[in-house]
């Protein structure tokens, strides 16, 4: 049973002579409105409010003109090109998802190289056969698979479509034995998983929202049905459904023998109920109802049903529990929570495969079902196990691994031997030993020991001088691993750094790491951010002059602070799809599930005033700002474009220095799920060229 995550990487010359002194740039005028709003007592103004109607003519006016200033100053950049041509070549590589097996059947992602999105590819006695081609969908390669699912037969394929990026999801099926689709079609699906039940299978929707407010009305009653093929959605089986309470997800998720069915609803993006009923059976049978812990459902093996869960364990810890008494008093620890962070696992031949956390890096054991440590497999250091696919039966199974300087690499699994052999290895066209990753460790401002990773080309010199870019996230439970990101091969080979600073707020270190980055603890996120800053200056890995600092949504928000409380640290900031309105986030969308990390500007006088404290659109004054690219797409209804549109407004208004500040809104594009590699290249082309300029690379 997998969660669905809606919480919400020849020798250059370097040239350090100085530029000619920036033109300050002229911004289109932005109007103000009189909106305000009351908090215990405090009234706050919203001049750029009018903003957050962002289909609205005046909107799509201003938008249209911040985009015209922001191409022409882009594309003015004489490096762009050349790293437009370069990203290019060095996408261009064939890149393979983890195979997973149903039926009988292998299935596989791939992509020849720069094709906009994958193809689901089936393993035949002939050769591979292409089951689902999502760029033969739209012109521009904006629509894209959002969940697929094999019946347990092997016959149907379901699967979600997204367009341009959005969350929204239609599901339609496909017969794998001709490759034709079916009559059934499912509309307004939304963070949902697909899990298969007989001829039918189990997803979760929203009502249909009220017509041109599809991207930013507020998502409320989440709804899980059961769709029997054949039949019209409006007939399918209502599974669950709170009228009392709209701000909840829901799922439901069967075992891969379809014994056991798990409902599960969560408040927010930490802890969630569960419930379980034998498929056969109507009634479900409560196991926790609090929504203060977390589930995850390995399967069912032998009469006995395993889970993962952080129950009195913030480390995770796997039990078994027995359906025929399921309480959880009754269940049976099989690997106790330990030192070191369980992340993931998988029952494999009557065996466990963990996967755990140490030090930011994956290490994966197997174990006996009573818990015997049996051995490790063996990869390369410093990297990441990504999914990790097995059968209860089979003894062969598969992962997908890489670090910072390689590529996703598939590794098939031997189970019974404890054996990892190379299945599928990708080919760059870079020479990826040129470079080398080193974890360090720094002290953060309350003295707490953060990790931080640095990947380089080899022979680097600590003079101060050498271009740094520095990523973040620091949010709801998500850790920040050594992941490939092919975008960065060209600022390396130019002899750039690349950081990311494992901050608080993730799962690092297991659950308490998490909680010292939420609600009133948040500014930890920011004081660790800004102490690695410090720590690459100090140490002399680059200086304030050649540092860029950027994260996405969450880290987004992790940059906007930065912008308002450390701009003294940097000379670039790029926020992309950033949360910077703390006040009004939970208004939009699915943006009331963020408050168990935010809290709410409603809940207390004293939230309301810790996050006005830090909230990055509230504390924009007239200062001397560094160079800053907000970057937001137009389709996207996670984080709504009005966050980046008025933190633009309020950064234009108030910036007293000529550096720049543009927003780049990309069109037909949502919060980053399912682009388009050709919209990744520009958009990475755009990047790194701002940050060449104004780090001064040549």
């Not at 594309?75 to 064939?94: A, Q, T």
């Not at 094999?150 to 379901?158: H, I, P, T, W």
């Not at 009502?207 to 059961?226: C, L, M, R, T």
């Not at 078994?320 to 070191?340: C, F, S, V, Y």
Request: charged share 25%; aromatic share 14%; with cysteine.
């Amino acid at each position: 049973m997998k969660k669905i995550y809606w919480s919400l990487i020849p020798m250059a010359i370097m040239s350090c002579q100085s530029s000619p002194e920036e033109v300050a740039l002229t911004y289109p005028q932005t109007p103000t409105c009189d909106s305000s709003y009351q908090y215990f007592g405090m009234e706050v103004k919203d001049p750029y409010g009018w903003l957050e109607d962002d289909y609205a003519d005046s909107t799509l006016a201003w938008v249209k003109k911040q985009n015209e200033i922001s191409r022409k100053y882009l594309d003015e950049i004489p490096e762009r090109e050349e790293l437009h041509k370069r990203l290019s070549e060095v996408w261009n590589y064939e890149k393979f998802g983890t195979p997973f097996k149903k039926a009988g059947q292998t299935f596989f992602f791939k992509n020849n190289g720069v094709q906009n999105q994958s193809v689901l590819y089936r393993s035949t006695a002939q050769g591979d056969q292409v089951i689902l081609d999502p760029n033969s969908w739209s012109k521009d390669g904006t629509a894209s698979i959002s969940g697929l699912a094999v019946s347990s037969n092997g016959k149907y394929l379901a699967y979600g479509r997204s367009d341009s990026g959005s969350d929204w999801t239609k599901i339609f099926v496909m017969d794998l034995s001709t490759l034709q689709l079916l009559p059934d079609v499912l509309e307004w699906v939304k963070f949902s998983g697909i899990s298969w039940e007989g001829d039918g299978f189990y997803y979760s929707r929203y009502d249909a929202p009220q017509k041109g407010e599809e991207y930013s009305q507020k998502n409320e009653f989440h709804q899980v049905y059961y769709h029997k093929l054949g039949q019209n959605q409006a007939a399918d089986k209502l599974v669950y459904r709170d009228p009392s309470d709209g701000q909840k997800t829901a799922g439901a998720y069967t075992t891969s023998d379809e014994a056991f069915v798990f409902l599960t609803t969560a408040k927010g993006t930490s802890g969630s109920s569960l419930a379980f009923r034998k498929t056969s059976e109507n009634a479900f049978t409560n196991i926790d109802t609090s929504s203060v812990w977390e589930y995850n459902v390995l399967g069912s093996f032998q009469g006995k049903i395993y889970i993962m869960t952080n129950y009195e364990a913030p480390n995770w810890k796997l039990v078994e529990m027995d359906p025929l008494n399921p309480k959880r008093e009754q269940w049976k620890t099989i690997l106790p929570a330990g030192k070191h962070f369980l992340q993931s696992a998988a029952l494999a031949n009557g065996k466990i495969l963990a996967n755990y956390l140490e030090d930011v890096s994956n290490h994966l054991y197997s174990f006996s079902l009573d818990g015997k440590k049996l051995g490790e497999f063996t990869f390369p250091p410093f990297g990441t196990i990504g999914g990790l696919e097995a059968d209860e039966k089979s003894n062969e199974a598969f992962v997908s691994y890489s670090n910072f300087t390689s590529p996703g690499t598939v590794y098939k699994l031997m189970v019974n031997e404890i054996k990892a052999e190379v299945y599928r290895k990708p080919q760059l066209k870079a020479d990826l030993d040129r470079f080398v990753t080193e974890q360090v460790f720094y002290k953060s401002k309350d003295g707490t020991r953060i990790p931080m990773f640095l990947t380089y080309k080899k022979g680097l010199k600590k003079n101060g001088q050498n271009p740094t870019f520095l990523y973040g996230y620091g949010g709801f439970n998500i850790c920040i691993q050594p992941n490939f990101a092919v975008d960065f091969i060209p600022f390396l080979e130019d002899g750039g750094i690349y950081a990311v600073a494992n901050i608080r707020g993730g799962n690092e270190y297991g659950e308490s790491w998490h909680e010292q980055g939420i609600k009133l603890n948040k500014q930890n996120v920011f004081d660790d951010f800004a102490s690695a800053a410090e720590y690459l200056i100090k140490e002399q890995y680059t200086s304030s002059q050649k540092l860029a600092v950027h994260g996405r949504s969450n880290g987004g928000l992790l940059i906007g602070a930065m912008i308002t409380q450390r701009p003294d640290l940097f000379a670039v900031a790029l926020p992309k799809v950033g949360v910077l309105d703390m006040l009004r986030y939970h208004k939009f969308t699915i943006g009331w599930a963020w408050a168990s990390d935010y809290g709410r500007s409603d809940d207390s006088p004293e939230m309301f005033k810790y996050l006005l404290k830090y909230s990055p659109l509230h504390n924009v004054v007239p200062r001397e700002y560094p160079a800053i690219m907000v970057i937001t797409g137009d389709h996207d209804d996670r984080v709504v474009p009005a966050h980046s549109f008025k933190f633009t407004a309020a950064l234009q208004k108030n910036q007293t220095g000529k550096k720049p500040v543009i927003l780049r809104v990309d069109t037909n594009a949502g919060h980053g799920a399912g682009k388009p590699i050709s919209k990744q290249i520009d958009e990475f082309a755009d990047q790194w060229a701002f940050i060449y300029k104004h780090l001064k690379i040549k």
